[in-house]
């Protein structure tokens, strides 16, 4: 986005003159001041700077950064300018200079998003985001190639291109859709104020609807409005990733999360995919190996795994090894887009206790539990203390690791208390892998009315349901259909796939998940907000248990429920699964 830069009167109507000549998004421009100094000329001393003209470069080059590291790209990235205001008259541009490799943001757009009200810093993402698109699209390509060709006959031709209105307006509509998707996967409403920004800009400032080199107005508020609307669709998708990844279906969590991830490269996705890969690997050791309830953070929030396989002389040992290594990667490119994640500081703690790598277990598990303390996320400061206890409890520590999981008891009672019995008792936990006759036998479950196995009726009886179809890529990684129903009171899923011959061969598998309004109960009685004593009573003990982000969860395979408990031991939700006849 760069725009002239013209002397102007301080008067708004003035203003709003000048803006309409310049207000552009990435058009080169000459610039023109007061005297003979250019704004990028001018570097005011620190104490010519008020502190809110500081606070307004800070916030900048954070927003800046942030949505730097959310780019999943090995590049550097550009060097960050903020230009100051010259003179008393606001610097109206943002532009990427590929000469020069730099993001330069003016102190004039800054001030235009902070009049636009409580939106402020998501306008200033939403312009950052695009200049940075800019950059990691490769639209300075053009012009660093005629310069370091300067004997070849295609020089003339790239630089001609550079001016071309018809590329320009395709650079200029990629920058606003993937600068949009930037902003938002780094957690900024971009794609919420984005088409909004442009229409409000374009009225007040009676900007052209059509002008040379870019996409029109009416094209640029649908670029953005059209992107909110591809990643809500892949909202279900990402929410029967985590299911199927709850109940052990990896291979399917893992297509869903990759389908997911090539849009939105998010933290989340990436820390439930690592997740997948974690519970997988620990499927693969024996009770007596795996002393401990390690309280893996599935993360069923989002601003909305590649699970590769070897040959099949992979010993038990050896896979298990492989995959904790790649959960590990998937978990460090969460912290790599999210250096706060909480969450995922906590994971990559328990697969390095997992791997035998105590010290940097204890160090990762360190910084979850400061981060998850300043955000007073009470239930992750409990699984960070567990994973230190694990991790003590590991390297034969016995006396810190029990002093960790006291320390976990008022931010997750419940794993505390059973890995602190596992390390007094030198029981194994009791909650690894129950027996499924521990289980209380009941009636058939539903939600509403509405069961597993009767599931398929629903969606015939539907006029309107949501379908994600996905391609097969190979016979581990078949052609899947995930078709979801958002009811008033729950949310119904099918994931269907296809094998065999010609994917004649279908298999249907089904969710249903209580909203978080629900009113009705189990068939047993267990309505949210019931205690985790009441469900113990009415459900016996669970076949086993997952820490999560948000929570804890009770399987009960025999009876095909999960329960979501918070961190009082309160259920706040259930889901029933299982094949549909």
Same mark, same amino acid.
């Given at each position: 986005m760069q725009h002239n830069y013209q002397p102007t009167s301080l008067k708004k109507h003035a203003l709003y003159q000048w803006l309409k000549i310049g207000f552009y998004f990435a058009i080169p421009s000459v610039f023109l001041s007061a005297g003979n100094i250019s704004p990028h000329n001018y570097q005011p001393l620190e104490t010519d700077l008020t502190d809110y003209q500081k606070l307004k470069a800070a916030l900048s080059e954070k927003v800046f950064t942030k949505i730097c590291k959310t780019v999943k790209d090995t590049r550097k990235a550009p060097?960050?300018?903020?230009?100051?205001?010259?003179?008393?008259?606001?610097?109206?541009?943002?532009?990427?200079?590929?000469?020069?490799?730099?993001?330069?943001?003016?102190e004039g757009i800054y001030d235009l998003a902070a009049e636009l009200g409580a939106d402020s810093i998501d306008i200033v993402a939403t312009v950052m985001a695009h200049e940075i698109a800019h950059f990691?699209?490769?639209?300075?390509?053009?012009?660093?190639?005629?310069?370091?060709?300067?004997?070849?006959?295609?020089?003339?031709?790239?630089?001609?291109?550079?001016?071309?209105?018809?590329?320009?307006?395709?650079?200029?509509?990629?920058?606003?859709?993937?600068?949009?998707?930037f902003g938002y996967m780094s957690g900024y409403n971009t794609l919420g104020v984005g088409g909004a920004f442009f229409d409000k800009l374009y009225h007040v400032l009676e900007i052209p609807d059509e002008t040379f080199g870019y996409p029109s107005r009416q094209d640029r508020i649908g670029i953005y409005n059209n992107s909110q609307k591809m990643l809500e669709a892949l909202i279900p998708v990402f929410n029967t990733a985590n299911m199927l990844n709850l109940?052990?279906?990896?291979?399917?969590?893992?297509?869903?999360?990759?389908?997911?991830?090539?849009?939105f490269p998010s933290r989340e996705m990436y820390n439930n995919a690592g997740v997948a890969l974690a519970q997988e690997a620990i499927s693969m050791y024996t009770a007596e190996e795996l002393k401990f309830v390690y309280p893996f953070g599935i993360d069923l929030d989002t601003r909305l795994n590649q699970a590769g396989t070897k040959g099949a002389g992979e010993s038990k040992e050896d896979k298990r090894v492989r995959l904790a290594?790649?959960?590990?990667?998937?978990?460090?490119?969460?912290?790599?887009?999210?250096?706060?994640?909480?969450?995922?500081?906590?994971?990559?703690?328990?697969i390095h206790s997992l791997l035998g790598e105590y010290?940097?277990?204890?160090?990762?598990?360190?910084?979850?539990?400061?981060?998850?303390?300043?955000?007073?996320?009470?239930?992750?400061?409990?699984n960070a203390h @567990? &994973?230190?206890?694990?991790?003590?409890?590991?390297?034969?520590?016995?006396? !810190?690791?029990?002093?960790?999981? %006291? #320390?976990?008891e008022s931010g997750n009672p419940l794993l505390a208390t059973t890995n602190l019995e596992a390390l007094t008792t030198n029981l194994f936990s009791k909650l690894f892998k129950k027996k499924l006759s521990e289980e209380i036998d009941g009636t058939e479950e539903t939600i509403a009315d509405v069961g597993i196995e009767a599931l398929e009726v629903l969606f015939d009886d539907q006029e309107q349901f949501q379908v994600t179809n996905i391609k097969k890529q190979n016979e581990k990684r078949p052609e899947t259909a995930i078709i979801n129903v958002n009811e008033e009171e729950f949310e119904a899923t099918? @994931? &269907?796939?296809?094998?065999?011959?010609?994917?004649?061969?279908?298999?249907? !598998?089904?969710?249903?998940?209580? %909203? #978080?309004?629900?009113?009705?109960?189990t068939a047993r009685g267990i309505k949210i907000g019931s205690s985790l004593d009441a469900v113990h009573k009415l459900y016996g003990k669970p076949t086993r248990m997952?820490?999560?982000?948000?929570?804890?969860?009770?399987?009960?395979?025999?009876?095909?429920?999960?329960?979501?408990?918070?961190?009082?031991n309160l259920v706040t939700a259930w889901m029933l699964y299982g094949k549909v006849k």
């Open positions: 060097t960050f300018n903020f230009i100051y205001n010259y003179q008393g008259k606001p610097y109206y541009n943002a532009y990427y200079s590929p000469s020069n490799n730099t993001i330069n943001f003016g990691y699209k490769d639209h300075g390509w053009a012009h660093a190639f005629g310069k370091a060709n300067p004997d070849n006959d295609i020089q003339k031709n790239v630089k001609e291109s550079m001016y071309n209105a018809e590329d320009r307006a395709r650079m200029e509509a990629e920058a606003d859709y993937f600068g949009g998707i109940v052990r279906r990896y291979e399917q969590a893992s297509i869903c999360y990759d389908h997911v991830i090539v849009t290594k790649d959960a590990l990667n998937l978990f460090n490119d969460a912290i790599r887009i999210d250096d706060q994640y909480a969450a995922a500081y906590v994971n990559a703690a328990l010290e940097m277990a204890l160090g990762l598990a360190n910084k979850a539990v400061q981060l998850a303390t300043n955000k007073q996320e009470t239930l992750l400061v409990g @567990i &994973a230190r206890g694990i991790a003590f409890a590991q390297s034969d520590k016995k006396a !810190e690791a029990k002093k960790e999981f %006291k #320390a976990a099918l @994931i &269907a796939t296809y094998k065999g011959p010609y994917n004649t061969k279908e298999e249907l !598998e089904g969710f249903i998940k209580t %909203k #978080a309004d629900y009113d009705g109960e997952l820490g999560g982000s948000q929570g804890n969860y009770l399987f009960y395979e025999k009876t095909s429920i999960v329960f979501l408990l918070d961190q009082h």
